[in-house]
């Protein structure tokens, strides 16, 4: 079965410091996708990113960057230079490769910027 | 495009009584999801359909529950009998199916219907 943890329930951190959200995944498939979501305050989850099985490079969207590390079933998410608007449950997410691709979400981890 | 959009943003109800909840997904997807989240945790898989068909079921869906999208647009999820426990945020989310090759779509989430039961 699929099983996503994200072992942060809540970081708290002064405006500009750099935060780091963990992700740990267990999966039986060899083909799978990982995703990280945002909720925000307004409640709809918005898509940050998608990253497949095969394709363990890092990358860097501005201040967000993902670290993914199939050695150690991770896929970590850090936010440089944080912002107040960067307040939000942030949800890493698994999903089978074919058929329904139903997403497995963590608990999730509710981010505080303080400013 | 509007997005995903869901209705009634609240709903409160006496426990025993039936709710229902719309989805209206972004026009051109094809796959459409319902999924259920509880307070501080992530959202579970409910349900999923591809045009008009339900293809997968979760077994957090009871009988109480059902959904349809008759005509490959819209989407219903009807709750009879509502419990204390079926109070959360009903979320759907849709998507486009890609080619087999290119692999897993993303998903368009709303902003939830929220459900609490008296």
């Known amino acids: 079965a699929q099983k996503v943890t994200q072992a942060q329930t809540e970081i708290s951190v002064v405006e500009k410091e750099d935060v780091t959200l963990d992700c740990v995944y267990e999966?039986?498939?060899?083909?799978?996708?990982l995703f990280w979501y945002k909720q925000p305050p307004s409640g709809e989850l918005v898509f940050l990113i998608r990253?497949?099985?095969?394709?363990?490079q890092n990358e860097i969207s501005g201040r967000y960057s993902w670290n993914f590390q199939k050695s150690t079933s991770s896929f970590n998410f850090t936010i440089t230079a944080s912002q107040v608007v960067d307040s939000a449950v942030y949800f890493c997410?698994?999903?089978?490769?074919?058929?329904?691709?139903?997403?497995?979400f963590g608990q999730g981890t509710r981010l505080t910027i303080n400013p | 495009d509007t997005g995903v959009s869901q209705d009634p943003r609240h709903k409160i109800t006496k426990r025993g009584q039936n709710v229902t909840f719309r989805c209206d997904p972004i026009?051109?997807?094809?796959?459409l999801y319902w999924y259920r989240q509880t307070l501080g945790q992530g959202p579970e898989f409910l349900t999923y359909?591809?045009?008009?068909?339900?293809?997968?079921k979760s077994r957090l869906l009871s009988d109480r529950f059902s959904a349809e999208r008759p005509k490959g647009s819209f989407s219903t999820l009807e709750i009879q009998r509502t419990e204390q426990g079926d109070s959360a945020m009903y979320l759907c989310?849709?998507?486009?199916?890609?080619?087999?090759?290119?692999?897993?779509?993303?998903?368009?989430f709303g902003a939830g219907s929220r459900l609490t039961v008296l």
């Open positions: 989310a849709s998507s486009s199916k890609r080619g087999a090759i290119s692999g897993a779509n993303v998903l368009t």
């Open positions: 999966t039986r498939d060899t083909t799978y996708y």
């Open positions: 990253r497949n099985s095969f394709d363990e």
């Open positions: 997410a698994l999903s089978e490769a074919w058929g329904a691709q139903k997403l497995v």
């Open positions: 026009s051109e997807h094809n796959r």
């Open positions: 359909f591809q045009n008009e068909a339900q293809l997968e």
